[in-house]
C-alpha cells in the first residue's frame, strides 16, 4: 500500500462541484510542495478514492475540508486541519491548509503555521460543527427532494389536475408518477432529521432522528372533538424546521446516552445498541419533540407569514433577497439557505395542490431561486466569449463549460471567477442574478421542479418569459463583468513595466551589438555552455538568474511557479527543446532566458524521450499571465516547427545569434 505525506477529505452538501474543486486545489497544492497526497471524496455518488487504515497511518498530517460528516473521527491523533470545503477552493488557500496541517500538533488541535494570523491553537468552531451537521442532513435530503419533485412536475404534463381521477384530464400514469413523487417529497424532513442526528451520533441516532422527523411532519395528534391528545386525531406538522430541531436534539441525546451507559460491560454493546439506543433514544426524542409542537409550529407558521410578507412587499424586495443570497457565495451556506428554503416552500406547495395560494407562491418562489442560480455560470459565458482577449484561455475555456453547468442549474461553476476578483465580481453576480429573480416573480413564473436548469422546461409555467428573465440578468451581469475585465486588463498593461536595455561588459558590447527594449531575449540571459544533472537543477539555475538580472524578486516564488507548471504536464518538447514557463507576481517584467546542454538534461520528459538541449525559459508577470504569456508561448511554440529555427539555436554557441534568433521570431 502505498504511503502520502498528506491525507485529505473533501465533501459539500450537494456533491457536485465544491467537493472536487477542494480536491484538485489539494492536489495542486501538494505538488509545488513536492508532497505526495490522497483526497477522499464524498460527493453524492458516494465515497471515492477511500482513505484505507494504512495510509491514513502512513500520513504525516491530515487535510479535511469538508460541510458534511466524512467520519473525522478516523483521524484521531494525527496533525490535522479541519475547515469548510470553501476554504479549500484556490491553490493559493489550499497550501495554507496543508501547510498548518504539517505544522500541527499529534492531537485534536491544530497548530497554526508561521502566519501571525494563524497563530492560534484551533478547533473547528463551534458555528462551523453546526453547519457541517445541518449539511449532511441537507445533503441527503436534497436527493430525494430533486426526485420527487420532478416526477410530480412531470406528472403535470398530462394536465394541472391529471392525478385527480374525477378530473376530464385524468391520466392513471401521472396519477403513479404523482404519487411516487409525493412520497419522495414526504420523505424530505425525516431524511434531513435523521441525517443531520446520524452527523453527531452516527449510526444509533438514526432511529430517533427520523422518529423526530415524523413528528415534526405530522405534529401532535388531537381529537377534534374532545380536544385531548388522541393517536387516532390530527395535529399541527412544523415541517423543515421541525426537522431541524429534531435531528440535533436526536444527535445529542444520543450522545448523553453514550455517556449514561458508559459502565456497563464491553459484553453488553450488542445489547445496548440493538435495544437500549434505539428505545431511550426515541422516547426522550419523540416526548420532547411532541410537548414543543406547539411552540414550533407557530414558529414555522410564522416563517411562512415573513415570507408571504416578503412577497407581498412586491417582486423587487423578495427578488433583490433571493438574487443575493444565491450568488453570494454560488453554493456555500448562503447560497444553500436560499435553495433550501425554496425546496421547503415547494415541498409544502405541492402537498397543497395545484390553484391554491400556497402553490402559487412556493412554485414561484422556486422559479425565481432557480433563475439566481442559474444566472452566474452564464455570466461568465458571455463575459468569456463577447470580452475574449481580456481573459486567459483557461478562463476562456471554463466559460464556455460552464454553458452547460449553468443550464443544468449548477452554480459552482462561476467560482474561480469570483475567487479571483471577489470584489468586484460577486457584486456583479449578485446583480444579475437579483435581476433575474425579480422579472421571474414579476412574469408570474412556476417552476415545479426543484432542480434541472432548462432540462424542466417543458414543466414550467410562463417557460418563455423565465428563460427570457435569466437572459437579461446574464446579459447585464455579463456587460458588467467584461467593463471591469476591460478596466483591468488596460490598467495592467499601463502598469507593466517596460523592459531596458542592461548594460552589457564592454567585451561583451565589442562581440555584439545590444539588445533592443522591445527585446524579451538579452544577450547577458543566454547561457551556451551549461551542465545540468537535472530538470530541477536546470529550472533552479535559470530562477537565480532571473533575480540577479533583476528580472524577479523571489528566486524561490519563480521556482515554485515553474514547479507548478510541469506538475501540470511537461514542457519538454521534442529534438532537446523544451520550454518552461512560469507565471508569478514575484517576476516584474517579461523575459526569456536560454539555458544550453550539450550533454543533455535527463528526467525532462520529452515528446520523443530524447534528453533536454535546449529550455527556453519564459518568465512572466502575474498579471500579464493571460495576455503576453500566452503571446510568448504560442510564439515559440510556433517556432520550434521551423526546422531553420530549431537548427540555429541549437547549432549556434554564439549567445548574440541566439538572442536575434528567438527575439525575430517574437515580433
Not at 164 to 173: G, I, L, M
Not at 356 to 368: D, I, L, S, V, W
Not at 490 to 507: D, G, I, M, R, T
Request: hydrophobic letters at 50%; proline letters at 4%; a negative charge.
Amino acid at each position: 500500500m502505498a504511503k502520502f505525506d498528506i491525507i485529505a477529505a473533501t465533501g459539500c452538501p450537494t456533491g457536485i462541484a465544491h467537493t472536487f474543486m477542494a480536491k484538485e486545489a489539494l492536489e495542486k497544492a501538494a505538488a509545488e510542495r513536492g508532497l505526495t497526497i490522497k483526497v477522499e471524496t464524498h460527493g453524492q455518488v458516494g465515497v471515492e478514492n477511500e482513505l484505507a487504515k494504512s495510509e491514513i497511518a502512513g500520513a504525516k498530517a491530515v487535510v479535511v475540508a469538508a460541510d458534511k460528516d466524512v467520519q473525522a473521527e478516523r483521524f484521531a491523533g494525527k496533525p490535522m486541519v479541519s475547515v469548510g470545503v470553501s476554504k479549500a477552493l484556490s491553490v493559493e488557500a489550499a497550501g495554507k491548509l496543508i501547510d498548518r496541517a504539517l505544522a500541527a500538533k499529534g492531537d485534536d488541535t491544530v497548530a497554526a503555521a508561521a502566519d501571525v494570523e494563524d497563530e492560534v491553537e484551533e478547533k473547528e468552531s463551534i458555528g462551523h460543527v453546526i453547519y457541517k451537521h445541518l449539511m449532511n442532513g441537507v445533503s441527503h435530503m436534497l436527493v430525494f427532494v430533486v426526485a420527487g419533485g420532478v416526477l410530480t412536475a412531470i406528472s403535470f404534463l398530462w394536465g394541472i389536475t391529471s392525478f385527480d381521477s374525477t378530473a376530464a384530464d385524468y391520466n392513471s400514469f401521472a396519477a403513479m408518477l404523482k404519487i411516487i413523487g409525493g412520497i419522495a417529497m414526504n420523505l424530505m424532513v425525516p431524511v434531513l432529521s435523521a441525517y443531520i442526528a446520524e452527523s453527531i451520533g452516527k449510526r444509533p441516532a438514526l432511529v430517533p432522528g427520523f422518529v423526530a422527523g415524523m413528528i415534526a411532519i405530522q405534529g401532535l395528534p388531537a381529537n377534534a372533538d374532545t380536544g385531548m391528545i388522541d393517536a387516532g386525531g390530527s395535529g399541527v406538522g412544523f415541517g423543515f424546521l421541525g426537522g431541524i430541531v429534531g435531528g440535533f436534539l436526536a444527535g445529542y441525546v444520543i450522545l448523553l446516552l453514550e455517556k449514561v451507559f458508559s459502565k456497563i460491560p464491553a459484553s453488553l454493546n450488542g445489547l445496548k445498541a440493538i435495544f437500549l439506543y434505539p428505545l431511550c433514544s426515541t422516547a426522550i426524542v419523540g416526548l420532547v419533540m411532541l410537548g414543543i409542537s406547539g411552540p414550533m409550529a407557530a414558529i414555522n407558521q410564522g416563517m411562512m407569514d415573513f415570507l408571504q410578507s416578503l412577497g407581498n412587499s412586491g417582486p423587487v424586495i423578495l427578488g433583490l433577497a433571493i438574487g443575493c443570497m444565491c450568488a453570494f457565495d454560488m453554493g456555500g451556506p448562503v447560497n444553500k439557505a436560499a435553495y433550501a428554503t425554496g425546496t421547503f416552500l415547494l415541498g409544502t406547495a405541492l402537498e397543497a395542490g395545484v390553484g391554491t395560494e400556497t402553490y402559487n407562491f412556493g412554485t414561484n418562489f422556486m422559479a425565481a431561486v432557480s433563475a439566481a442560480c442559474i444566472v452566474p455560470p452564464l455570466i461568465t459565458t458571455f463575459a468569456v466569449v463577447v470580452g475574449k482577449k481580456y481573459f486567459s484561455q483557461e478562463d476562456h475555456d471554463a466559460g464556455i463549460v460552464n454553458l452547460i453547468l449553468g443550464c443544468t442549474h449548477i452554480t459552482e461553476g462561476a467560482i474561480p471567477f469570483m475567487t479571483k476578483n471577489i470584489w468586484p465580481v460577486m457584486p456583479i453576480m449578485m446583480v444579475g442574478s437579483s435581476i433575474a429573480s425579480i422579472l421571474t416573480i414579476f412574469f408570474n413564473v412556476h417552476d415545479p421542479a426543484p432542480h434541472g436548469g432548462f432540462l424542466v422546461l417543458p414543466v414550467v409555467e410562463n417557460g418563455p418569459q423565465w428563460v427570457l428573465a435569466i437572459l437579461i440578468g446574464a446579459v447585464v451581469g455579463g456587460i458588467l463583468f467584461v467593463a471591469f475585465k476591460k478596466y483591468d486588463f488596460e490598467k495592467n498593461q499601463k502598469a507593466a513595466p517596460v523592459a531596458k536595455p542592461v548594460e552589457a561588459s564592454k567585451a561583451a558590447a565589442v562581440e555584439a551589438p545590444k539588445a533592443e527594449a522591445a527585446d524579451f531575449v538579452k544577450v547577458e540571459n543566454v547561457f551556451v555552455a551549461e551542465d545540468f544533472a537535472s530538470r530541477d537543477e536546470a529550472l533552479s539555475f535559470v530562477s537565480n538568474q532571473a533575480v540577479k538580472a533583476g528580472i524577479a524578486g523571489d528566486a524561490d516564488a519563480v521556482m515554485n511557479a515553474f514547479l507548478a507548471r510541469e506538475a501540470e504536464g511537461t514542457t519538454g518538447m521534442m529534438e532537446g527543446f523544451a520550454i518552461p514557463h512560469a507565471k508569478s507576481d514575484a517576476i516584474t517584467e517579461a523575459a526569456v532566458i536560454v539555458v544550453k546542454d550539450e550533454s543533455g538534461v535527463t528526467g525532462w520528459d520529452t515528446m520523443d524521450g530524447a534528453p533536454v538541449n535546449v529550455a527556453i525559459a519564459l518568465l512572466i508577470p502575474g498579471a500579464q499571465a493571460g495576455t503576453t504569456h500566452l503571446k510568448i508561448l504560442s510564439k515559440v511554440a510556433e517556432a520550434l516547427m521551423d526546422e531553420d529555427f530549431r537548427g540555429t539555436v541549437k547549432g549556434s554557441t554564439d549567445a548574440a545569434e541566439i538572442a536575434k534568433t528567438i527575439n525575430a521570431r517574437l515580433v
